[in-house]
């Protein structure tokens, strides 16, 4: 941890607990009352602090708020995974000014590091079904300086958004409640609940610009599932697959949860699917030559695949 971030942690943490003895509320609506604070300007908290250092401390914040109540499908996606994904958005996504949607953004955590990461080339869209989560994510946003618009709704119900250049979104898994909104769904189920992940993979396609790439952290079996020829069959008709990438297990408290990543391109006419999917594991993430010698693997598929 570098100590401009910690110093950031510590203030934020200090005025946090303290906001949170005074008016007896949960470490997270402490926070979103330290983040309000600090953008009024009554608190000065980041002296010389880039982005990600902002980014970084509010999120050890969130984490450990998250401790407290914590809901399995409301887990912060794990920092490496972040930044793998902004590598391949700045890979895969040419456009000099791109538009970037996170359906199920949570407090913004992935979306707000490949912003990050590609700084200046992007602005967002985040959409959130939980009112907490998308206050302290508005508040981030603005803290850190990034161009997003937040929409509180549940992100399966019709959209008011225009198609965007890329999605990014750590899918919410399980199954989705609302069965008269799911039935609006090609993928929904035949009989019973649909699963959530699918439908967030459809309406993420309906929301991609033709020839726009799209990337998703997704369970690892989602193609061994019982509805899993349903969803080949859709992502045959509406997309190219570029990538299925395994991710390593110890980044996931508990290899069940274990994720892939999976890069998918919306069709476009005269758009042709890569020679070959590429199929990887990424190895241990906190090893950078480990990791570089896979980036310069990536690399070399995408020049023979993409360009």
């Not at 499908?73 to 996170?102: S, W």
């Not at 999917?277 to 990536?298: C, D, G, I, Y």
Request: proline share 5%; charged share 20%; glycine share 6%.
């Amino acid at each position: 941890m570098n100590s401009s971030m910690e110093s950031i942690f510590t203030a934020i943490d200090n005025e946090t607990v303290s906001i949170q003895k005074q008016e007896e509320t949960s470490y997270l609506e402490s926070l979103l009352t330290t983040t309000e604070r600090w953008l009024d300007g009554q608190l000065t908290i980041a002296e010389g602090g880039t982005k990600e250092d902002v980014r970084k401390a509010i999120q050890l914040s969130i984490l450990k708020g998250m401790k407290e109540h914590v809901q399995p499908h409301h887990q912060m996606t794990p920092d490496a995974l972040g930044l793998l994904i902004g590598y391949l958005v700045e890979l895969f996504v040419k456009e000099q000014q791109a538009t970037v949607l996170d359906p199920a953004a949570g407090t913004g955590n992935l979306l707000f590091t490949v912003m990050n990461y590609l700084d200046g080339r992007m602005s967002g869209t985040a959409v959130e079904l939980d009112d907490l989560l998308i206050r302290l994510a508005s508040n981030i946003g603005n803290l850190i300086e990034q161009p997003v618009t937040f929409y509180l709704q549940d992100a399966l119900q019709p959209l008011l958004i225009d198609p965007v250049d890329c999605i990014v979104s750590d899918l919410p898994v399980g199954y989705y409640p609302d069965e008269a909104t799911a039935s609006n769904y090609e993928l929904k189920a035949e009989e019973g609940m649909s699963y959530a992940h699918h439908l967030f993979i459809e309406q993420s396609l309906r929301h991609t610009k033709e020839g726009g790439y799209l990337f998703f952290v997704i369970p690892r079996n989602i193609f061994e599932s019982p509805l899993a020829g349903q969803l080949h069959s859709f992502l045959k008709q509406q997309a190219h697959i570029q990538a299925v990438m395994e991710l390593p297990e110890n980044i996931f408290k508990n290899a069940q949860h274990a994720k892939a990543v999976l890069v998918l391109q919306k069709k476009r006419e005269g758009l042709k699917a890569p020679k070959e999917v590429l199929l990887a594991r990424v190895p241990n993430m906190s090893k950078p030559e480990t990791m570089a010698k896979f980036f310069t693997q990536v690399n070399g598929w995408f020049k023979e695949n993409k360009a």
